[in-house]
Each structure stands twice: as C-alpha cells, then as structure tokens.
T-cell receptor
Framework: AQSVTQLGSHVSVSEGALVLLRCNYS??????LFWYVQYPNQGLQLLLK??????LVKGINGFEAEFKKSETSFHLTKPSAHMSDAAEYFC???????????FGAGTRLAVHP | GAVVSQHPSWVICKSGTSVKIECRSL??????MFWYRQFPKQSLMLMAT?????????EQGVEKDKFLINHASLTLSTLTVTSAHPEDSSFYIC????????????FGPGTRLLVL
C-alpha cells in the first residue's frame, strides 16, 4: 500500500531564504509522486511531478524536488522564498495501478519579510 | 491547458435540501474525475472516483446514497449532496485525470458548502 508522510505541519522562513518541505513515501511499486500547492479557499495547483524519468524534477515558480529512492524521499525546495509562496503544500503518491492519489497531511508555509 | 472548473464556488442551503455541484474539464476530455472533501486545515479526503458512463466507485465510509455522482459526459461530473445536514458543510474539490497525460490530476477551484 502507498502512503505519504510530510514532516512538519508548519514551516516558517524569511523572504529570500531557502525553502525545504519534506516528504517521505512508502510504495510497493515504483512511485509516481506529486507536489501540489493550495492557496486559501482555492483548489490545488500542480507544482511538479516525478514519473520515473529524471530524479531531479523542476516545476513552476522556481520549485524543484529530488526523488531519492534510497531515502524514500521527495523533498520540495526553492532557493529563495518569496512572499507569494505562502500557502499549503501537499505531497501525493499515485496509488499503484489505480489513478487515485494518496495525499500527505500538508505543510503550511509562512514567509516573513 | 488542463483547466477544471467548478460551479458554484460557494453555496448556502437549508438543512434537508439537496445541492448539486458541477465539475467540468474545459479544454480536455476526462474519462475519470475524482471528488474530494476537505475540512479546515486538513488534507484532502477522496470520496469517490467518477468514470464516464459508469457508476462511481466510492471510498470506504462514504455514503453513496447521500453523495450522488453522475459522470454523464467526458467533460462533466456532478456531485449531489442529498438531504444535506450541517455536518456536510465542507470544501468539496473535484479533479480530472488527463489533459494529455494519464497520471496527472488537475483540480478545480473547489466549492464551499454551508448547510444551515
């Protein structure tokens, strides 16, 4: 069975600082992994996805994530935080042969001036 | 590309009434759509998988007679909350699978339901 754990329900960084949001997965098959962002009262927007191609995935808004099989991790990073990055971030894994997504609990990112 | 819309964006209704929420894929065909429920400051909970032309598949614990799902076309799925009660108040989000890839879900903006 697939599962996702996001370490840290809240992360706070200063504007211009590195953003690191952690995601560990469990999967019995090679996983497809996703990061989504949700702004208040809105749906989810796809940031990036890993589908067994390059292990370093670049997404929108300057975000990237690296798939590390040995660590079962797919952490999201951005070199320099912007105020507009403040939002809720969800890591998700595709559930095996099904098209369902299993979501992590989410990490709320706060960016301070 | 890959835009999903939901209507209405918010709705207030009286207890005991039914509410229909529409989910549309605007620029692609989606044979599969999903309905999620999200409580404040929590993650998304999958309610059901909607497949065009067939019955929806509900997750364990979701009442199929209360949350009616119809996927009548390749661009439209509807969720009807029947005999709504205050505990049904929530944020409902749909997603559609496709838009050129088979593994990516594209999400609608969500519908906030408040049952009085």
């Amino acid at each position: 069975a697939q599962s996702v754990t996001q370490l840290g329900s809240h992360v706070s960084v200063s504007e211009g600082a590195l953003v690191l949001l952690r995601c560990n997965y469990s999967s019995s098959v090679p996983p497809y992994l996703f990061w989504y962002v949700q702004y208040p009262n809105q749906g989810l927007q796809l940031l990036l996805k890993y589908t067994s191609a390059a292990t370093l995935v670049k997404g929108i808004n300057g975000f990237e994530a690296e798939f590390k099989k040995s660590e079962t991790s797919f952490h999201l990073t951005k070199p320099s935080a912007h105020m507009s990055d403040a939002a809720e971030y969800f890591c998700a894994v595709k559930a095996g042969g099904y098209n369902k997504l299993i979501f992590g609990a989410g990490t709320r990112l706060a960016v301070h001036p | 590309g890959a835009v999903v819309s939901q209507h209405p964006s918010w709705v207030i209704c009286k207890s005991g009434t039914s509410v229909k929420i529409e989910c549309r894929s605007l620029d692609f065909q989606a044979t599969t759509m999903f309905w999620y429920r999200q409580f404040p400051k929590q993650s998304l909970m999958l309610m059901a998988t909607s497949n065009e032309g067939s019955k929806a598949t509900y997750e364990q614990g979701v009442e199929k007679d209360k949350f009616l799902i119809n996927h009548a076309s390749l661009t439209l799925s509807t969720l009807t909350v029947t005999s709504a009660h205050p505990e049904d108040s929530s944020f409902y989000i749909c997603s559609a699978l496709g838009g050129g890839t088979s593994e990516t879900q594209y999400f609608g903006p969500g519908t906030r339901l408040l049952v009085l």
